[in-house]
């Protein structure tokens, strides 16, 4: 009897534990949106089911790349509910997706299976498991290759505010000639995440009408360290909310300084920002001939723009950090768009809203010049043609003929997961495994039978083979002992992208190789508190996995997803078993080496000197900007490189360059002083380095055979992968009828393409071959510096007063070096 009450006591008291909080899933991804290899953010309904607050903790299951459990996990308290009252809270968790089973038209079951997420007290005991309901959305994938855009990538762009922006989802649809699709996500401010690592699969953020002061300041927050950790945002001002701007937490990320507010009638400055121009057309029957203006009927039309100051700097001067690429067409002393560097990322502001209805209204039809408007807006290399277009008449030939078919797609970050692996460990253990095999089968076999036959007693040979077993298996043993010793192995691939004022983000992958088995305590130090530093298991793209089954047996750890007010390091316990773990670590702080010196823009091209401070000799390197307005010839970037000469640093530490002496000494690109081995060479980027044969015809040999194997053109092509230009190959027959694909699955976030649109110039360089982490990681409390390769993404002011004035109508970027 005692024992039956005690069974009914301890039921309900797990019970009433099971029972303290319930929820569903109302929101995963942006819509479902989401990436392979990037934090997707998931909000969930929770309604507590006592009176008083309680403290949990959430955690989502997923599988490593390993088949390893990890929980992703963060604390958070939920308030009581008075009895009879069903008040619900919002609550945001962040994980990264597991590499298998995800896919597009899940059902809510299968989701929950797949997907799983519990409330938990905070020592880990999972209460209750929280499901997906219907009408919550279903995941897609956002590399998954579509029949509109094929197998190219697509950009991942959050509007804020209303539904005004949804007629913007379709002014890529079906389009030719741009590098990457392109998805308008409609988001409301409730709908934005409270944690930067829920912004990682996202492109840029455009705020539209959205009011900024009602934004909650974690959400602000998340925004501001979004954009200062390498984000994009564009602000097209709101002509009722730009002084809500000015009293709100965002003030601070804007370029310049709104003032007021003025009608322009005819739309003059959205029209030059479109810069569509008339085209010919040729009636089939009079054969008469007439220019068509998409934009005739716009002459009457009036819309609000805003009236702005370029951001002064502390000494009362025009910041040199502003880079106006366009003044207003009725004022030409306000800037109409403009940029500038905020931290390691990059906002663009305009002044006006796209989505405001007396724009849309008059514009938005057929979408005939918003291409344009938003290629120019993101600072993008496309040659966009719509089928909207093609049916106006504008460039239907050659939406008809170019970038038709695409023939080879590849992969630039396939080369960076190479530098994770351990292959000199990998052949000595596989060959130590073969002179073993081999000598146990001489011993067990042939050996131990001609040798009893020798002595007449063959008939022991089972016996000998079974002794020779034993023996072979104590010998193996000891080996492994003696070879799985010692202290851990880390090989890696970095990218270290530093700015003006010394803040860095470092973005690792690497392999770790522990030979001992159990839990092992790995940790980030010397980061930056106020930041979102993290370590996670390395988030393996699904076409990358490979044909991997993982362990026998899983082993569950967890994963603290944290926020930056945490203020404790980052660390997680991981299990080995003497084998080989791929991580991703993001360390934000002052990282202590630089480029010092001062660099300078005159229509004559760069001068004045640059140290090497970082403490380590550089090679391969390269240098990109934006010409001088004097330079323009077409929409490209200037880029001057100076390749490795043997194996001697391009670029010793301590040793100055003469920006000045290396634009004279440099060879024009395609001729022959610029294919010698160590010789600089100056060009345009995608004229020049794209179409030419400079990589030895290489690259293009690497396009057409469909694979991708050079890490460092990989790396420099990723770090300015917006400033490239859709490609083209050409047949045989010299039409340009077809193009190749140049993806980043696993490689989004390397891109540094902002400074270069600010006006900054872009140092990219490349460490010496086994090179150390460029931070600090310590293993069970022991510093582990591992060698690999470091590539860097320096942002150097360039001051620009020694250029040309640059005119308002132009926004085009190129020269010719």
Same mark, same amino acid.
């Given at each position: 009897?005692?024992?039956?009450?005690?069974g009914?006591?301890?039921?309900?008291?797990?019970?009433?534990?099971?029972?303290?909080a319930?929820?569903?899933?109302e929101?995963?991804?942006?819509?479902?949106?989401?990436?392979?290899?990037?934090c997707?953010?998931?909000?969930?309904r =929770?309604?507590?089911?006592?009176?008083?607050?309680?403290?949990?903790? =959430?955690?989502v299951?997923?599988?490593?790349?390993?088949?390893?459990?990890?929980?992703?996990?963060?604390?958070?308290?939920?308030?009581?509910?008075?009895?009879?009252?069903?008040?619900?809270?919002?609550?945001?968790?962040?994980?990264?997706?597991?590499?298998?089973?995800?896919? /597009?038209?899940?059902?809510?079951?299968?989701?929950?299976?797949?997907?799983?997420?519990?409330?938990?007290? #905070?020592?880990?005991?999972?209460l209750?498991?929280?499901?997906?309901?219907?009408g919550?959305?279903?995941?897609?994938?956002?590399?998954?290759?579509?029949?509109?855009?094929?197998?190219?990538?697509?950009?991942?762009?959050?509007?804020?505010?209303?539904?005004?922006?949804?007629?913007?989802?379709?002014?890529?649809?079906?389009?030719?000639?741009?590098?990457?699709?392109?998805?308008?996500? #409609?988001?409301?401010?409730?709908?934005?995440?409270?944690?930067?690592?829920?912004?990682?699969?996202?492109?840029?953020?455009?705020?539209?009408?959205?009011?900024?002061?009602?934004?909650? #300041?974690?959400?602000?927050?998340?925004?501001?360290?979004?954009?200062?950790?390498?984000?994009?945002?564009?602000?097209?001002?709101?002509?009722?909310?730009?002084?809500?701007?000015?009293?709100?937490?965002?003030?601070?990320?804007?370029p310049?300084?709104?003032?007021?507010?003025?009608?322009?009638?005819?739309?003059?400055?959205?029209?030059?920002?479109?810069?569509?121009? #008339?085209?010919?057309?040729?009636?089939?029957v009079?054969?008469?001939?007439?220019?068509?203006?998409?934009?005739?009927?716009?002459?009457?039309a009036?819309?609000?723009?805003?009236r702005?100051?370029v951001?002064?700097?502390?000494?009362?001067?025009?910041?040199?950090?502003?880079?106006?690429?366009?003044?207003q067409?009725?004022?030409?002393?306000?800037p109409?768009?403009a940029?500038?560097?905020?931290?390691?990322?990059?906002?663009?502001?305009?002044a006006?809203?796209?989505?405001d209805?007396?724009?849309?209204?008059?514009?938005?039809?057929?979408?005939?010049?918003?291409?344009?408007?938003?290629?120019?807006?993101?600072?993008?290399?496309?040659?966009?043609?719509?089928?909207?277009?093609?049916?106006?008449?504008?460039n239907?030939?050659?939406?008809?003929?170019?970038?038709?078919?695409?023939?080879y /797609?590849?992969?630039?970050?396939?080369?960076?997961?190479?530098?994770?692996?351990?292959?000199?460990?990998?052949? /000595?253990?596989?060959?130590?495994?073969?002179?073993?095999?081999?000598g146990?089968?001489?011993?067990?076999?042939?050996g131990?039978?001609?040798?009893?036959?020798?002595?007449?007693?063959?008939?022991?040979?089972w016996?000998?083979?079974?002794?020779?077993?034993?023996a072979?298996?104590a010998?193996?043993v000891?080996?492994?002992?003696?070879?799985?010793?010692?202290?851990?192995?880390?090989?890696?691939?970095?990218?270290?992208?530093?700015?003006?004022?010394?803040?860095?983000?470092?973005?690792?992958?690497?392999?770790?190789?522990?030979?001992?088995?159990g839990?092992?305590?790995?940790?980030?130090?010397?980061?930056?508190?106020?930041?979102?530093?993290?370590?996670?298991?390395?988030?393996?793209?699904?076409?990358?996995?490979?044909?991997?089954?993982?362990?026998?047996?899983?082993?569950?750890?967890?994963?603290?997803?944290?926020?930056?007010?945490?203020?404790?390091?980052?660390?997680?316990?991981?299990?080995?078993?003497?084998?080989?773990?791929?991580?991703?670590?993001?360390?934000?702080?002052?990282?202590?080496?630089?480029?010092?010196?001062?660099?300078?823009?005159a229509?004559?091209?760069?001068s004045g000197k640059?140290?090497?401070?970082t403490?380590?000799?550089?090679?391969?390197?390269?240098?990109?900007?934006?010409?001088?307005?004097?330079?323009?010839?077409?929409?490209?970037?200037?880029?001057?490189?100076?390749?490795?000469?043997?194996?001697?640093?391009?670029?010793?530490?301590?040793?100055?360059?003469?920006?000045?002496?290396?634009?004279?000494?440099?060879?024009?690109?395609?001729?022959? *002083?610029?294919?010698?081995?160590?010789?600089?060479?100056?060009?345009?980027?995608?004229?020049?380095?794209?179409?030419?044969?400079?990589?030895?015809?290489?690259?293009?040999?690497?396009?057409?055979?469909?694979?991708?194997?050079?890490?460092?053109q990989?790396a420099?092509?990723?770090?300015?992968?917006?400033?490239?230009?859709?490609?083209?190959?050409?047949?045989?027959?010299?039409v340009?009828?077809?193009?190749?694909?140049?993806?980043?699955? *696993?490689?989004?976030?390397?891109?540094?393409?902002?400074?270069?649109?600010?006006?900054?110039?872009?140092?990219?360089?490349?460490?010496?071959?086994?090179?150390?982490?460029?931070?600090?990681?310590?293993?069970?409390?022991?510093?582990?510096a591992g060698?690999?390769?470091?590539?860097?993404?320096?942002?150097?002011?360039?001051?620009?007063?020694?250029?040309?004035?640059?005119p308002?109508?132009?926004?085009?970027?190129?020269?010719?070096?």
């Amino acid at each position: 009897m005692r024992f039956t009450a005690a069974g009914i006591i301890l039921l309900s008291l797990t019970a009433a534990a099971l029972g303290q909080a319930e929820g569903e899933v109302e929101s995963i991804g942006f819509d479902g949106h989401y990436r392979p290899n990037a934090c997707i953010p998931m909000k969930l309904r =929770l309604r507590s089911t006592v009176g008083t607050p309680q403290t949990y903790k =959430l955690a989502v299951l997923q599988e490593d790349m390993d088949g390893d459990r990890v929980l992703y996990s963060r604390p958070f308290t939920l308030n009581g509910n008075p009895e009879g009252a069903r008040i619900e809270e919002r609550v945001w968790v962040y994980f990264m997706p597991q590499p298998r089973e995800l896919r /597009a038209s899940l059902t809510p079951r299968e989701m929950t299976n797949i997907i799983r997420i519990f409330l938990c007290t #905070p020592g880990g005991k999972q209460l209750v498991q929280i499901k997906f309901l219907p009408g919550c959305p279903q995941l897609k994938n956002l590399d998954q290759p579509t029949q509109m855009m094929g197998s190219r990538g697509a950009r991942l762009i959050l509007m804020v505010g209303t539904s005004q922006s949804r007629p913007f989802r379709t002014v890529y649809e079906f389009a030719r000639g741009v590098l990457e699709d392109v998805l308008f996500q #409609p988001m409301s401010l409730n709908d934005l995440p409270e944690n930067v690592l829920g912004y990682e699969a996202a492109d840029a953020i455009v705020w539209l009408d959205a009011d900024p002061t009602a934004l909650k #300041p974690e959400t602000a927050a998340a925004v501001q360290e979004y954009v200062r950790n390498g984000g994009r945002l564009v602000v097209c001002q709101n002509a009722q909310t730009w002084q809500k701007m000015l009293d709100s937490d965002l003030r601070d990320l804007l370029p310049v300084v709104p003032t007021g507010v003025a009608d322009e009638k005819g739309l003059l400055s959205l029209r030059k920002l479109a810069d569509v121009q #008339p085209t010919k057309h040729v009636d089939p029957v009079t054969k008469k001939e007439t220019l068509l203006d998409p934009w005739a009927d716009k002459a009457n039309a009036v819309a609000p723009i805003v009236r702005a100051e370029v951001r002064p700097a502390p000494d009362g001067q025009i910041d040199p950090r502003v880079f106006v690429n366009m003044w207003q067409a009725s004022d030409p002393s306000s800037p109409y768009l403009a940029r500038w560097i905020y931290g390691l990322g990059t906002v663009a502001w305009i002044a006006q809203d796209f989505g405001d209805p007396s724009v849309l209204s008059t514009t938005v039809q057929r979408h005939t010049g918003w291409q344009r408007i938003w290629d120019r807006t993101f600072d993008w290399r496309n040659d966009t043609i719509t089928v909207d277009m093609a049916r106006a008449g504008v460039n239907k030939e050659n939406y008809e003929r170019k970038y038709r078919d695409v023939n080879y /797609a590849s992969d630039l970050s396939v080369p960076m997961l190479r530098g994770m692996d351990s292959p000199k460990r990998g052949a /000595a253990l596989v060959a130590l495994a073969v002179v073993f095999f081999i000598g146990y089968w001489l011993l067990a076999g042939p050996g131990s039978y001609f040798f009893l036959l020798a002595k007449k007693k063959s008939h022991y040979s089972w016996v000998a083979y079974a002794a020779s077993a034993m023996a072979a298996t104590a010998l193996t043993v000891l080996v492994v002992q003696l070879v799985l010793r010692g202290p851990p192995e880390l090989h890696h691939v970095s990218f270290v992208r530093v700015g003006p004022d010394g803040q860095a983000l470092i973005q690792s992958q690497f392999g770790l190789y522990i030979k001992r088995d159990g839990m092992q305590r790995i940790e980030l130090r010397e980061t930056d508190s106020k930041q979102t530093s993290y370590l996670i298991p390395y988030p393996a793209h699904p076409a990358q996995l490979g044909d991997t089954g993982g362990f026998m047996a899983y082993l569950e750890y967890d994963v603290p997803m944290r926020d930056r007010s945490s203020g404790e390091s980052p660390a997680i316990n991981v299990p080995f078993r003497s084998t080989i773990k791929k991580l991703k670590a993001q360390w934000v702080g002052t990282f202590p080496g630089a480029i010092v010196g001062r660099a300078r823009l005159a229509d004559s091209g760069l001068s004045g000197k640059l140290t090497n401070k970082t403490g380590m000799d550089l090679r391969s390197l390269y240098l990109v900007y934006v010409p001088s307005p004097s330079q323009r010839k077409r929409e490209d970037d200037a880029l001057i490189s100076i390749p490795d000469s043997g194996t001697r640093p391009t670029w010793p530490k301590d040793t100055s360059l003469d920006l000045g002496a290396l634009m004279s000494q440099a060879g024009i690109l395609g001729m022959e *002083s610029g294919k010698k081995e160590g010789v600089p060479v100056r060009g345009l980027l995608n004229t020049g380095w794209m179409n030419k044969d400079h990589w030895g015809g290489s690259f293009l040999r690497q396009m057409t055979a469909g694979s991708y194997n050079d890490a460092e053109q990989g790396a420099i092509l990723m770090s300015v992968f917006d400033r490239l230009a859709p490609s083209q190959g050409a047949n045989r027959e010299n039409v340009y009828d077809d193009r190749y694909e140049l993806l980043r699955r *696993s490689g989004r976030r390397f891109d540094a393409s902002g400074a270069v649109s600010c006006g900054q110039l872009l140092v990219v360089a490349k460490s010496m071959d086994g090179a150390p982490l460029p931070f600090t990681l310590h293993v069970e409390g022991r510093s582990v510096a591992g060698q690999g390769v470091t590539f860097f993404q320096f942002i150097v002011p360039l001051d620009r007063s020694g250029s040309a004035t640059q005119p308002a109508e132009e926004n085009e970027n190129s020269t010719d070096g």
